[in-house]
Every structure is written in C-alpha cells, then in structure tokens.
C-alpha cells in the first residue's frame, strides 16, 4: 500500500492510494458518491492475483482532496491524468461504480491515448440530456433518492440538512439502508461490505460535505465531453434490481454508446454488482493491456 499527494496546479490537492500488485498494470477506481479512496478488501485480493495496480484517489473535497467549487464531470479526467503523469504512467484502465460511472466515461472521452479500457458500473445518465429526450430520470429510485436529488435540483444548500448523521455501529448502518435497497442488494450486504461502506464514507466526509455536494451538482450538469466521442473499449454494467441508479439508465447509456459491450444483468442490482462482478471487470480491462 502507498499514500500520496498530488499536486495538480497551485493550491489544490489530491490524496491518492495505490494497493494491490504495486508492479502491475494501472486500474484507477473511480469512488461513488459519498465515498473515498479507499479499496475494498476482496478488489484488492482480486487485483493483486491478475497483477492490477488499483489506484484510487480523493475527488476534490472528499477525504484528503481539497474542494474545488463548481467542479465538472470532465474534470475528473484532468485530476486523473495529473495523477497518472505524477505516478509516471503512460497507459493506464480506469473503472467507476455509481457516482464514480460518469467519472470512468469522462475518462474514456477525454484521454483515448492513455485510457487502455474502461468500466463504467451502475452509472446514471447524464440528466441534462435525457430530460430532453423523454426518459423519466426519478423512476426507479428509492424515495430517498427521489428526494435527495430534486432538493438538489431545487436549493444545494439542502444537502446539510439530507445527509445523517455519521452511523458508527453495523447494525445502525444495515437498518439506514434497509428502507432503500432492492431484495437483491440486501442479499448482498455482507459485513465485510458494510464495514468497508462504512469506513469510505467516513473518510470521505470527514472534512465536511463539499465533495458530495459537488458531485452531484456535477452530475445533474452538462458533464462537459460528448458521449458518442468515446473510442476506447468499454464495458456498461447495470442491473435490474438497482434502486440508486435505475436500470433505465444503463439502457439509456447502452443505446447512446453502441461501440461498448453492455452487461445489463437481470439478477443483480446496485451494491451485487460492486460485491461479485468487479472480478469480471478487472479480468477484462487486464485483457486490454495485453
């Protein structure tokens, strides 16, 4: 395991940590919202037996990042090509789950001639485009996202009073989840990944809620780069039981990106997809580097 600090222009920082086989190819993973740079044990595992260097970073205002105000979704791509040139990486796969999706397509756009493949799983739509073409963005949410996101829409400043506070004990954590999730995903809430759930969301906001908040103001933004320009190989995931990000927008994302390799599953949902297929997605971004 390695920590770090990247500077990308005066002023600003961004936290990173590398785990996994140190020596191998680079994967950056892409956090979802809230979250952090911390790994998840069993990515971790997996990785180090294909011999991936996972690379996960801080976006401004999470963690050890610090904030960056007014912040696109393309400007993931620029945070992450800093990282690579400082770690001295040429090449380099990404993934992202949930709110880290939109980040792994900025990637994919913004820098085909570093990007080898990329993943991006249980990612929304971009809401400023698919409002125009009919799609019903809320549908399929929890009531709790429902809310969250137009409040968001409505007044930003309202995120203080939606976000709970920090849960310390497991249990607490399995019953403020209980309300949101799909049958399927509560299946797959071990204790190893709530604890990890746990631990990501309490760095990451451990300074405050500016990275949340500038996500998803980001998110429901034009992101800053055209879908239909990605190039690069690419894999969409999605399943049909997912209640934070509904499986409507994996089909919008698969039919506006025909060049990618659409895995919209019927058996899995959010945190199933996160729990038991990132081995499927670390096998084939590792393909791309041979």
């Known amino acids: 395991m390695r920590e770090s600090d990247v500077h990308p222009q005066a002023g600003r920082v961004l936290r990173v940590l590398e785990e996994g086989d140190l020596g191998g190819h680079p994967v950056f993973v ?3 919202t809230p979250g952090s740079r911390l790994l998840y044990r069993k990515h971790v595992e997996d990785a180090t037996r294909r011999g991936l260097r996972l690379i996960g970073y801080d976006r401004p205002g999470y963690g050890g990042s610090t904030p960056a105000r007014g912040r696109r979704v393309a400007d993931a791509a620029t945070d992450v090509l800093a990282i690579a040139r400082a770690l001295g990486l040429d090449r380099f796969a990404v993934w992202g789950h949930s709110g880290g999706g939109h980040h792994a397509l900025a990637c994919a756009a913004l820098l085909p001639d570093r990007v080898v493949s990329a993943a991006a799983i249980a990612a929304d739509a971009p809401y400023s485009e698919v409002t125009a073409e009919g799609l019903d963005w809320f549908r399929g949410m929890s009531d709790w996202h429902r809310q969250y996101f137009r409040a968001m829409i409505e007044d930003p400043l ?3 009073e939606l976000t709970a506070p920090e849960i310390r004990a497991r249990a607490e954590f ?6 949101i999730l799909s049958d ?8 190893e990944l709530i604890d990890y759930a746990m631990a990501s969301e309490r ?3 451990r300074e405050g809620l500016a990275g ?3 996500d998803t103001l980001a998110e429901l933004a034009p992101w800053g780069f055209e879908l239909a320009g990605i190039r690069v190989p690419l894999q969409i995931w999605h399943g049909r039981h997912d209640r934070f990000v509904p499986f409507a927008h994996g089909e919008w994302l698969a039919a506006h990106l025909p060049r990618a390799e659409a895995h919209l599953e019927s058996e ?3 945190l199933s997809l996160f729990e038991r297929r990132i081995p499927d997605v670390h096998a084939w971004l590792r393909s791309h580097f041979d």
Do not use: I, N, P, Y
């Open 174 to 179: 399995r019953e403020r989840l209980a309300s």
């Open 212 to 214: 949340g908040r500038d």
């Open 268 to 270: 899995e949902g959010h």
């Open 158 to 160: 309202a995120l203080d």
């Open 184 to 191: 399927v995903d509560r299946a797959a809430l071990t204790d």
């Open 30 to 32: 892409l956090h979802g």
């Open 203 to 205: 760095e990451g906001q």
